[in-house]
T-cell receptor
Framework: EIVLTQSPDTLSLSPGERATLSCRAS??????LAWYQQKAGQAPRLLMY???NRATAIPARFSGSGSGTDFTLAISSLEPEDFAVYYC?????????FGQGTKLEIK | EVQLVESGGGLVQPGGSLRLSCAVA????????MNWVRQAPGKGLEWVAH????????YYVDSVKGRFTISRDNARNSLYLQMNSLRADDTALYYC??????????????????????WGQGTMITVSS
């Protein structure tokens, strides 16, 4: 099973700042990595797939990078609605697994 | 509008059974892989089971193998999860989630992204005596 480890667990930033979230895989997942956003009381929403492809209606301030075992989700200038929990997830093998999540909170 | 609506959740005793359903609308169900993903209270996401569009290919997370069965009825646009021998650690919100799809246009078939692109609102399962 591929283990995904996200860092940090919590990130405290202010609106307008840049956010950088990391996801490390226990073995290579190639480019088969997605990111999801989950707001309190809501279902997760797909943000990025295959590392750097934005899902439908995802704003351009979200970007993804990386390959192999190290990946980054960046949010260029935080909007109030971006404060949420973010999960990475691979599709390189079965079982699909998620990272433990990074909580992005308002400083 | 694309919609996934789960039902069937509730309180069940350890060792008991439940059957979850997911009613789908707004897309050609049989063209899409489907999944169940769960989230224990206050915890992260855990993929549980996958089924191909035809129903011929199925995968499970190890912790539910032999206890849970995923199935689908393409004629009824419905996804199911039969859950037997339930344990306390199965307590979670269970999401019905759309996966990769195959779309035919102008004689060509393309695939949609292999990601969990549409999620239902979930149905809660509580396993407790």
């Amino acid at each position: 099973e591929i283990v995904l480890t996200q860092s940090p667990d919590t990130l405290s930033l202010s609106p307008g700042e840049r956010a950088t979230l990391s996801c490390r895989a226990s073995q290579s997942v190639g480019s088969h990595l997605a990111w999801y956003q989950q707001k309190a009381g809501q279902a997760p929403r797909l943000l990025m797939y295959d590392v750097s492809n934005r899902a439908t209606a995802i704003p351009a301030r979200f970007s993804g990078s990386g390959s192999g075992t190290d990946f980054t989700l960046a949010i260029s200038s935080l909007e109030p609605e971006d404060f949420a929990v973010y999960y990475c997830q691979h599709r390189a093998d079965w079982p699909r697994t998620f990272g433990q999540g990074t909580k992005l909170e308002i400083k | 509008e694309v919609q996934l609506v789960e039902s069937g959740g509730g309180l069940v005793q350890p060792g008991g059974s439940l059957r979850l359903s997911c009613a789908v609308a707004g897309f050609t169900f049989s063209n899409y892989e489907m999944n169940w993903v769960r989230q224990a209270p206050g915890k992260g996401l855990e993929w549980v089971a996958h089924i191909s569009g035809s129903g011929n290919t199925i995968y499970y997370v190890d912790s539910v193998k032999g206890r849970f069965t995923i199935s689908r009825d393409n004629a009824r646009n419905s996804l199911y999860l039969q859950m037997n021998s339930l344990r306390a650690d199965d307590t979670a919100l269970y999401y019905c989630v759309r996966g990769r799809g195959r779309i035919s246009m102008f004689g060509m078939t393309t695939e949609t992204p292999d990601a969990f692109d549409i999620w239902g609102q979930g149905t809660m399962i509580t396993v407790s005596s």
